[in-house]
């Protein structure tokens, strides 16, 4: 079965670190496109990150909001998209989704999401 | 940077009716547009692709339709389950960025 599961999020100080996890199963994540969003309590839908498909060296693209401070990476080993968050802020709070392209061959919408994992970030 | 606006913001509308959401990019997308449903504490669900090809396993009332710079989203004969709040997003690689729509709430009358 083709699935992301979300890990890692939680409660954070203002101005600290978090990474997260987004485990693959049933394809590999190094041939996909794959992005990261997130939703605000009571906010709409929020694009942050994306990275291309293909080995080290992919493309990756950033929201203006977390750019400098995020970085979106993938192990193929583990078959894993992480999402390293830096210089956390109050904004920052949200639910954080991965998901999968439908394609893998070009960039297409986003298919296959994982459930969320919640960050809070407070003083 | 590009942006997405979508209208209305709010809909209210009652079972059985044909609802339309207008998504409009700030320039030329061609057809890299898709069209998701998000429902309180669930992961979005992938609606509409490239504008107007319905993903596998949706409702043939949901359909989309546009290109370049202007997109719609029809739902008809709206039903109980599709009290949700829908959302476009661009994803033409020849920019940067892949930003949401503001949202769309649809809500019983």
């Known amino acids: 079965e083709v699935q992301l599961v979300e890990s890692g999020g939680g409660l954070v100080q203002r101005g600290g670190s978090l990474r997260l996890s987004c485990a693959a199963s049933?394809?590999?994540?190094?041939?996909?496109?794959m992005t990261w969003v997130r939703q605000a309590p009571g906010k709409g839908l929020e694009w942050v990150s994306l990275?291309?498909?293909?080995?080290?060296?992919?493309?990756?693209y950033y929201a203006d909001s977390v750019k400098g401070r995020f970085t979106i990476s993938r192990d193929s080993s583990k078959n894993t998209l992480f999402l390293q968050m830096n210089s956390l802020k109050d904004e920052d709070t949200a639910v954080y989704y991965c998901?999968?392209?439908?394609?893998?061959?070009?960039?297409?919408?986003?298919?296959?999401w994982g459930q969320g994992t919640m960050v809070t970030v407070s003083s | 940077d590009i942006q997405m606006t979508q209208s209305p913001s709010t809909l209210s509308a009652s079972v059985g009716d044909r609802v339309t959401i207008t998504c409009r990019a700030s320039?030329?997308?061609?057809?890299?547009l898709a069209w998701y449903q998000k429902k309180p504490g669930k992961a979005p669900n992938l609606l509409i692709y490239?504008?107007?090809n319905l993903e596998s396993g949706v409702p043939s009332r949901f359909s989309g339709s546009g290109s370049g710079t202007e997109f719609t989203l029809t739902i008809s004969n709206l039903q109980p389950d599709d009290f949700a709040t829908y959302y476009c997003?661009?994803?033409?690689?020849?920019?940067?960025?892949?930003?949401f729509g503001g949202g769309t709430k649809v809500e019983i009358k």
């Open positions: 998901a999968r392209d439908r394609s893998g061959g070009f960039l297409d919408a986003f298919d296959i």
């Open positions: 049933g394809f590999t994540v190094s041939n996909n496109y």
């Open positions: 320039q030329s997308i061609r057809h890299w």
């Open positions: 490239q504008a107007s």
């Open positions: 990275i291309y498909r293909g080995g080290s060296g992919a493309n990756t």
């Open positions: 997003q661009q994803y033409n690689g020849d920019f940067p960025s892949f930003p």
